[in-house]
């Protein structure tokens, strides 16, 4: 691709020229902020592992910052953009690389499988911080054919889902990420590397998407029914916590008797593996 023609969109410089030619500034309610960082395109383009020719989801391309580097790698990226202003913005910016597909939409409304089809793929993104659980949590439980997701998400985020049990961090969102996923965080990313400079630190985070959970469960509803429970009221002891969530008095306690596990521990002392053995304990269906 011939650089002179397609300045490099991760710059201080080439990204305010882009914002004041179009009359844009960066949203607040929908969680703007624009990289302007090429190492971190780099590195988030690397952890992604894109050999040429495979199929990429971008969601949020922005001005096509990440899009871009993720286009120079040869790979054939389907970006799926919320703000309607953008996609016109982004047929200038990304003028002439023919492997770029702009879909206007929101994510979440998306039917991502008939978007995609049913080939793997792999999800990259930088995501508004507001909005990265939801939309981290729907691409994993529709069981789609993703092998890998590499995003940006706010420091914080980070910890917990990479957080082993017994820790502070440690959460629903770490047991739901790590029943799914392999994650690992690959990139510090400081608030310099954006205009405008959020106020969090940020981190790249890969998250490889297992093609077997490592604990197999009866019911995985139920599962998730319990993790939440357990997470609920975190002061709470695990039986107290349950209870609170609607299970059964007797039940709770059968099911804590037939797992092994003490009443009076507390949700976030518990492994996946003690998760999964707790929910096949119980005998009711959520």
């Known amino acids: 691709m011939d650089t002179a023609i397609h300045p490099t969109i991760a ?8 914002l004041k030619v179009f009359h844009l500034r960066a949203s607040k ?15 988030i383009v690397e952890a992604a592992e894109l ?7 971008e969601i949020g391309p922005g001005i096509g910052t990440l899009t871009q580097g993720l286009a120079e790698s040869g790979a054939q990226v389907t970006a799926v953009e919320l703000d309607k202003k953008l996609p016109a913005v982004l047929a200038e910016t990304l003028k002439g690389y023919e492997n770029v597909r702009i879909v206007q939409g929101d994510i979440l409304k998306t039917d991502i499988r008939e978007l995609m089809g049913d080939a793997p793929f792999k999800v990259a993104a930088n995501l508004p911080y507001y909005i990265t659980t939801p939309i981290l949590m ?64 940020s981190v790249v985070i890969a998250c490889k998407v297992r093609g077997e959970p490592p604990v197999a469960v009866r019911d995985e509803k139920l599962f998730f029914r319990v993790v939440k429970a357990a997470f609920g009221q975190r002061r709470k ?3 107290n916590a349950l209870k609170g969530a609607g299970f059964l008095k007797d039940e709770v306690q059968g099911a804590l008797e037939k797992a092994g596990i003490e009443a009076a521990r507390r949700g976030e002392t518990l492994s996946l593996e003690e998760f999964a ?3 096949d304990a119980f005998t009711m269906k959520s």
């Open 11 to 18: 710059s201080r410089e080439v990204t305010q020229h882009i």
């Open 29 to 43: 309610k929908l969680g703007q902020n624009f990289l302007i960082d090429a190492a971190v395109v780099r590195g």
């Open 51 to 57: 050999q040429e020719g495979e199929r990429v989801l």
């Open 138 to 201: 729907a691409l994993l439980e529709q069981r789609l054919p993703i092998r890998k997701i590499v995003t940006m998400v706010q420091k914080e985020v980070a910890e917990r889902m990479i957080a082993p049990p017994g820790s502070k961090t440690y959460g629903a969102l770490s047991v739901a990420v790590q029943y799914y996923t392999a994650p690992e965080i690959v990139l510090d990313v400081p608030p310099k590397s954006f205009i405008p400079a959020p106020e969090v630190d």
């Open 237 to 239: 002891t695990l039986s």
């Open 277 to 279: 053995q707790l929910a």
